[in-house]
């Protein structure tokens, strides 16, 4: 148990070491702006004024951005979504998978999931042992079960998912800027430090324009930096508002959920618009600032196939694996299809049900000659 634990707090410990390593470049590259460039390069006060304002708004955004991705916790399935005590020991106790199908689809019945294994099978986590809900999947390196999970990114140490995924897409967005802002202001000045102030002769390296100091590597090495980063981001930013516009996680991406009707990459999209506002909500005021605005609790999501399916309107799940449960979602039999019943009882309910307008017309024939053929048996049997 103890080396188990130490190696548990070694993994954790590591697992920081990505972060760390942002920190550090990003302290770095304040002071390299800021004091190397700004300060010693620049011989414009009003250019220095200028990108110090504007530098700072990008770094503020970008930290906040970031800071709410790491220390966000991803958000877990509610207790509804539990196996009750006695229905969790019975799953226990049972060996076969059938049986253990059973009540899962049991517990499931006022449960709102749409979603379901390849197999057909209730998404259940062992290791949390809760039924999952929709779009939530087991994180390995979290040990526990996110919802809507996207991913797990090792660059801030934590699971993206619906409490966090707004403020990843904007930690993307706002280190995008920050590196973009870099590159093109220090661009000039790399220039010049990389051909100018290579030679030492005086009337090609003016010495009140660009001094031959330390700061000349901050700079060469501040651009190749924010270039490198720039493109990096720009891949991962550009793929993540792809995956915003039709309203799916990267796990979806790879693996399409499967509904009721089967699988369906399109299943949760409603159109681009619907598909922006659930990430990014409502009030367009909050879309830049990180501050969560998600719609929705992460447990019930919207999809298209909902309003096109009455049954799955329900939100009950309405099949049952391999044939081994009854059908769930199903209502019980009516009094006119019920073959117990007398003749009395069978035109009363047609009546009624005709009356309701529930019943079609073939269905009413159906069941009027599925009476009269009763009627002709009691007669012959009271005749016997």
Not at 136 to 155: F, G, I, N
Request: hydrophobic letters at 40%; aromatic letters at 14%.
């Amino acid at each position: 148990m103890a080396p188990t634990h130490v190696l548990r707090c070694c993994q954790r410990g590591l697992a920081w070491i990505p972060v760390i390593f942002i920190a550090l470049v990003v302290c770095w590259s304040y002071y390299a702006y800021v004091v190397e460039l700004c300060i010693f390069t620049i011989p414009s006060n009003g250019e220095k004024i200028i990108y110090m304002i504007f530098f700072h708004l990008s770094f503020v955004m970008f930290v906040w951005s970031y800071w709410k991705t790491i220390f966000t916790m991803p958000a877990n399935p509610s207790k509804e979504f539990c196996l009750p005590k006695a229905e969790k020991e019975r799953y226990e106790k049972e060996e076969r998978p059938e049986n253990q199908q059973e009540i899962l689809w049991r517990a499931a019945t006022s449960l709102p999931l749409y979603t379901r294994t390849g197999g057909g099978a209730i998404r259940y986590c062992d290791r949390c042992q809760v039924i999952k809900p929709d779009r939530c999947h087991h994180c390995s390196a979290c040990d526990m079960c996110v919802l809507k999970m996207d991913h797990h990114c090792p660059w801030v140490n934590n699971c993206v998912g619906f409490s966090n995924y707004k403020f990843f897409i904007l930690f993307l967005a706002y280190s995008l800027v920050y590196c973009l802002f870099i590159a093109a202001t220090v661009l000039q000045y790399f220039i010049k430090f990389w051909t100018l102030c290579r030679r030492k002769s005086a009337e090609n390296c003016p010495k009140n324009e660009l001094p031959d100091t330390q700061a000349k590597f901050h700079v060469l090495f501040l651009f190749f930096v924010a270039a490198m980063f720039c493109i990096s981001i720009l891949s991962l930013f550009s793929y993540h508002l792809w995956l915003v516009g039709k309203n799916r996680s990267t796990i979806e991406a790879f693996r399409a959920p499967v509904f009721r009707t089967g699988s369906d990459k399109n299943g949760f999209s409603l159109g681009f618009r619907k598909n922006i506002a659930q990430v990014f909500g409502d009030q367009k005021k909050y879309w830049l600032l990180p501050l969560f605005t998600s719609q929705g609790d992460g447990l019930t999501f919207p999809t298209r196939l909902v309003s096109a399916d009455p049954e799955q309107g329900t939100v009950t799940l309405n099949a049952a694996p391999n044939n081994s449960a009854a059908d769930i979602s199903v209502s019980p039999l009516s009094d006119s299809q019920n073959r117990l019943l007398s003749n009395d009882q069978h035109a009363n309910s047609v009546e009624d049900h005709m009356a309701d307008g529930t019943f079609k017309p073939a269905e009413s024939e159906a069941v009027t000659m599925m009476a009269e053929n009763e009627a002709v048996t009691i007669s012959m049997e009271s005749e016997s």
